[in-house]
């Protein structure tokens, strides 16, 4: 007989967390003004926030094109955490970002003759990411959690231990080498752009 394994849900994480500091697990988030649930949804968005700003393949792309709208105008993609000008395709440009738009600082202007290239890291939902990095954001989360709520418990030591297993597995197999290479530039122009 074969099961099917099947990536932890937001929900599963939230009871996770819960669970830490000894309270049943609820049947939904849709709604639910509990308290403890509300706080469980903030800290695994954060861990969830924190562990995507770093990059990682699932996250990030290499030479991604930023398309003009019918003005001539760049935006970001709402997703955006952090981005930096492609140095191959735009060596010596100075852009930057003004209201959630790219702004070109030579020419003091939000029009751009083309498309630009960028590398870029995106924040997707907990459900949109692989299954290792929703296990380790859920146990980091967890040990999180515990700590805020119950700072001298012993669930401490275990969702530490935990935190530390799926950290390794998390790293065993999605590479962080897009991340070395948004932030090698360092200089001035071209640099990496982080919200």
Do not use: C
Not at 12 to 28: H, W
Not at 162 to 190: C, D, P, V, W, Y
């Amino acid at each position: 007989m074969s099961t099917t394994l099947t990536p932890e849900t937001t929900l599963g994480a939230v009871n996770r967390m819960l669970g830490g500091i000894g309270l049943d697990p609820v049947n939904s988030l849709i709604n639910d003004k509990d308290a403890d649930v509300a706080s469980a949804l903030q800290v695994l968005h954060r861990v969830s926030r924190d562990v995507q700003t770093k990059g990682w393949d699932f996250n990030t792309d290499e030479d991604y094109k930023l398309s003009r709208n019918s003005s001539n105008e760049i935006a970001l993609p709402k997703n955006t955490i952090s981005w930096k000008v492609s140095p191959k395709n735009h060596g010596s440009a100075d852009i930057v970002e003004r209201k959630r738009k790219l702004y070109d600082r030579k020419k003091q202007s939000f029009k751009f003759d083309g498309d630009i290239y960028v590398d870029i890291i995106f924040f997707f939902d907990f459900e949109d990411i692989p299954s290792a990095a929703r296990s380790y954001i859920s146990t980091r989360a967890t040990r999180e959690y515990v700590s805020d709520v119950l700072p001298n418990e012993m669930g401490y030591q275990t969702a530490s231990q935990e935190e530390t297993q799926a950290h390794a597995t998390f790293l065993r197999e999605h590479s962080i080498t897009k991340t070395n290479m948004l932030r090698k530039n360092t200089q001035r122009r071209g640099r990496y752009v982080h919200r």
